[in-house]
């Protein structure tokens, strides 16, 4: 079976640094994988996906990730953060015909 | 672009009362999904339906829920006696396709329905 390990509960960062989120996945073939985000009472926005191809992977709102096979690993990074990144982040892995995503992020954003 | 949506966004039930939970998938999709997620929990895979059947559930999706197509394009999950645990955020989902190409058999969500059992 699949699964997404996300080891970072919580994380804070200033407006304007660098961020980066890891993820790490098991899975037993090709992976599909996702990064999404949700605002406090919101759904699920999808940020980005790799299917295959180039192993870094651009999104919407500056977001891009690198999926790096030997270390199964598909962190997700945005260069300048923006107050209104702040949101709970999941890791998603396809596969089984289904979505399994992992316990997610709760980014905080401090001015 | 077209979406998933669902209705209501927000629903507040007694506790063994039932409870519908409807979704209206993108049009030209023929695999549907239900997922939860508990108040500060990950989201849980629920069942994935295709072709007037259940194709797929987790141990979560006991006797107390059902899925249901009921015409050709609302999706619909159904608790029958609600409890207080089965509060959380629903969230459906549609693909085009369950395989390859996975381009096509990305999921799309809708916003959740909020269910609150009180």
């Known amino acids: 079976a699949q699964s997404v390990t996300q080891p970072d509960i919580h994380i804070t960062v200033s407006e304007g640094a660098s961020l980066e989120l890891r993820c790490n996945y098991s899975?037993?073939?090709?992976?599909?994988l996702f990064w999404y985000v949700q605002s406090p009472g919101q759904g699920l926005q999808l940020l980005l996906k790799?299917?295959?191809?180039?192993?870094l992977v651009q999104g919407i709102k500056g977001f891009e990730a690198e999926f790096k096979r030997s270390q199964s690993s598909f962190n997700l990074r945005k260069p300048s953060v923006h107050w209104s990144d702040a949101a709970e982040y999941f890791c998603?892995?396809?596969?089984?015909?289904?979505?399994?995503f992992g316990t997610g992020t709760k980014l905080q954003v401090i001015p | 672009e077209p979406e998933v949506t669902q209705t209501p966004s927000h629903q507040v039930t007694q506790m063994g009362q039932e409870v519908i939970l409807r979704c209206v998938p993108i049009?030209?999709?023929?695999?549907f999904y239900w997922y939860r997620q508990i108040l500060g929990q990950k989201v849980e895979f629920l069942v994935s339906?295709?072709?007037?059947?259940?194709?797929?559930k987790s141990e979560i999706f006991d006797d107390q829920f059902s899925v249901e197509r009921p015409d050709g394009s609302n999706f619909t999950l159904k608790i029958r006696s609600t409890k207080l645990e089965d509060s959380a955020m629903y969230f459906c989902?549609?693909?085009?396709?369950?395989?390859?190409?996975?381009?096509?058999?990305?999921?799309?969500f809708g916003p959740g329905t909020r269910l609150t059992v009180t």
């Open positions: 989902a549609s693909s085009e396709k369950r395989a390859a190409p996975p381009e096509r058999s990305e999921q799309y």
């Open positions: 899975y037993g073939a090709t992976p599909y």
């Open positions: 790799y299917f295959s191809g180039d192993t």
């Open positions: 998603a892995i396809w596969g089984y015909q289904k979505v399994t």
């Open positions: 049009s030209n999709h023929l695999y």
């Open positions: 339906f295709y072709n007037n059947e259940i194709s797929e």
